[in-house]
């Protein structure tokens, strides 16, 4: 097994972090237990290409746990923990190819290392190791079960590869759960995207004008979360339903040359490129803090950002100023990339037991059935859906009402009306 990881020393400290996690995720610690009987995982290879954090070490160890043999590569080179890596390292014997801050040749390089381990089942968070099994690794395909998707970005590619009739594997896109993006997507990102900001810089947030660009599932929680810490919150948006949805939650919906001059933070999480770019950087209002919270460090341009800079300095760890002129400086986090992840922890642990326990349940799957499955885009089976989201609630403490036998009959019905 050769790993590569930043400093094997630092293993305890996250045997310690990952073990705090696991309290936060009883779905999984509960399949975990299942697994272990059962051994469903045996012989089988997996290459998981997720951001490497405490979230990310629990569903590799619940998998190995099954009998997989499991290599785990960044999905992200900023948001790496080396000191999870380290741990799984040497706690679980789990190979490892991450390190944080890696150059995007070394990231290249990881994931090319874990596809050399010649995975049954990849999993992936914005479906770079599918992308190279399109290409140098195609090879590889054939003796494959499938993948499965953690994120929007990742699947709007695997859905651009289908609809041009080249995906070659089933593919179970996580994102697409209930249990994955009505929560994640949306209570996770809501509130790591603000700690990531407030942990980046200390600003107070309420006051201030607030701009979310984009009112998907994760626009929906950063604003919900801004506005409950008593920030003024615009919204943009391109699609006129999101739009209204936004104006009805009770936002202000404008456009982004309107809203720039008066903007104190922007947000994006549109999955979009160019949401802020030179079209707009003359108007923004000096001190304008900009973050980015979706999947690609594309949504701000900060090469162009660069170039018309006359000075850039960093400010505060992670905090660049780019003076524009005497009178503008805009403050730009993580180099845009995910700020959540970047500049704090990424999604609390209790959000991520769900995600995570429908990637483990999605390579359950893919383990009983890949071998029959055309290729595709797949959701979540909606059995597996609600399995997730009843242990959950069990596990909170929390019962719901069932519905009696005469009700089920009544909404299965079509002739009992009036
Ligand atoms: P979504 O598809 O539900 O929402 C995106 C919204 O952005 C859509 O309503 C779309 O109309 C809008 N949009 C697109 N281009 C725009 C533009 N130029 N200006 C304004 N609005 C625009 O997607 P979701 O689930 O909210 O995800 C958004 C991004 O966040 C994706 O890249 C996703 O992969 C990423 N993500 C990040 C997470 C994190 O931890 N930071 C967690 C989950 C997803």
Known sequence: MKSHIADSSLAPAGKKKIEWAAREMPVLTHLEERFKKQQPFKGIRLAACLHVTTETARLAQVLKAGGASV?????????????????????????????????????????????????????????????????????????????????????????????????????????????????????????????????????????????????????????????????????????PVRALEAVMDGFEVTTMARIA?????????????????????????????????????VEIDVAALRKRAKSRTEVRPGVFAYTLSKKQTVYVLSEGRLVNLAAAEGHPSAVMDMSFAGQALAVHHLVTHGEHMEAGVYRLPEKLDKEIAQYKLSAMGM????????????????????
Request: include cysteine.
């Open 399 to 418: 019962s719901h009402d069932r519905l009696t036998p005469k009700q089920k009959k009544y909404l299965a019905s079509w002739n009992e009306g009036t």
């Open 261 to 297: 001059p008066r903007a104190d933070i922007i947000v994006t999480v549109t999955g979009n490129r160019d949401v802020v770019d030179s079209r707009v950087f003359s108007r923004l209002k000096n001190g304008c803090i900009l973050a980015n919270s979706g999947h690609f460090d």
């Open 71 to 239: 290599a785990v590569c960044a999905s992200n080179p900023l948001s790496t923990k080396d000191e999870v890596a380290a741990s799984l390292v040497k706690h679980d014997n789990i190979e490892v190819h991450a390190v944080h801050d890696a150059s995007r040749t070394e990231y290249y390089k990881h994931l090319k290392a874990a596809l050399d381990t010649k995975p049954h089942i990849t999993l992936d968070d914005g479906a770079d190791l599918l992308t190279l099994l399109h290409g140098d690794y195609k090879k590889q395909l054939g003796s494959m079960l499938g993948s499965t998707e953690e994120t929007t970005t990742g699947v709007i590619r695997l859905r651009a590869l289908e609809a041009s009739g080249n995906l070659a594997l089933p593919v179970i896109a996580v994102n697409d759960a209930l249990t994955k993006h009505l929560f994640d997507n949306r209570y996770g990102t809501g509130q790591s995207t603000l700690d990531g900001i407030i942990r980046a810089t200390n600003v107070l947030i309420a006051g201030k004008q607030v701009v979310v660009a984009g009112y998907g599932w994760c626009g929906k929680g950063v604003a919900m979360r801004a506005h409950g810490m008593g920030a003024h919150v615009a919204v943009l948006e391109i699609d």
